[in-house]
């Protein structure tokens, strides 16, 4: 009898798992693979079950790794991780958030703008910035930028500013992506900011959390990304 191939294999994993999504499960397998043959890797220098292992969890959520702006693969030895971009992040806190918001609105704040940040108090009872754009065709550099979480109660809008040392803390800055797509990267860093702070209800993803178990004790500094490029999405 002939050794199943990896694609073979992770199909039966699923199968035997009892994915609800299997289709979808399979995009993981889809994703990876081409991943790794253009990072010149190969299946068998990776973590296979572990890889299943997460795939399964994220596929019965409903996280399609083939959507722009949703995953991004990184290698940390032999292990495979998955890097929550803000529209997986977005679809988890509209499926599974308590008290999501109904938008939430990012912005980048430049040397030349006005902007000011308006906090809840008596005099206001809303929370929100004012950024005003002095300069629109030479708006200086990037200095930071905000996030509004926007509430059909307008009494729960949030506010939250990042400085750009605040948002390079959170991406590796000598990265390709960095230095090619600066104010996209700001700009998906400090949407992941503001939806990471929408509570999940766990009680419907204890898989989900089981596969992120280890993830804060990696050093992303010595990882190699594995992940489509802004200009692909």
């Given at each position: 009898m002939a050794t199943p191939t990896f694609k073979e294999s992770f199909i039966a994993w699923v199968q035997e798992y009892g994915c609800k999504n299997e289709e979808l499960a399979i995009n993981?397998?889809?994703?990876?693979?081409?991943?790794?043959?253009?990072?010149?890797?190969?299946?068998?220098?990776?973590n296979f079950q572990d890889f299943v292992n997460k795939s399964i969890a994220y596929a019965n959520i409903g996280i399609d790794p083939l959507a722009p702006k949703t995953l991004s693969f990184v290698l940390f030895k032999d292990n495979v991780v998955f890097i929550e971009d803000v529209r997986c992040m977005e679809t988890l806190a509209r499926k599974y958030g308590i008290n999501c918001p109904e938008n939430i609105t990012v912005e980048l704040i430049y040397t030349t703008d006005k902007f000011a940040l308006i906090k809840k108090d008596l005099s206001h009872p809303i929370e929100g910035y004012v950024l005003e754009v002095t300069n629109v065709f030479n708006r200086g550099e990037i200095c930071g930028g905000v996030s509004l979480s926007e509430y059909k109660n307008t009494s729960y809008n949030k506010a939250r500013v990042m400085s750009l040392a605040d948002i390079e803390k959170r991406v590796k800055t000598n990265s390709s992506f960095w230095t090619n797509w600066k104010p996209e990267m700001c700009e998906k860093t400090i949407g992941k900011n503001a939806w990471g702070k929408v509570v999940l209800d766990t009680t419907q993803l204890a898989d989900y959390y089981a596969s992120k178990s280890n993830e804060e004790e990696l050093d992303f500094s010595k990882v190699e990304e594995l992940s489509f490029e802004p200009e692909q999405e």
């Open positions: 993981y397998y889809t994703r990876l693979d081409q991943e790794l043959t253009k990072a010149g890797k190969t299946w068998p220098q990776i």
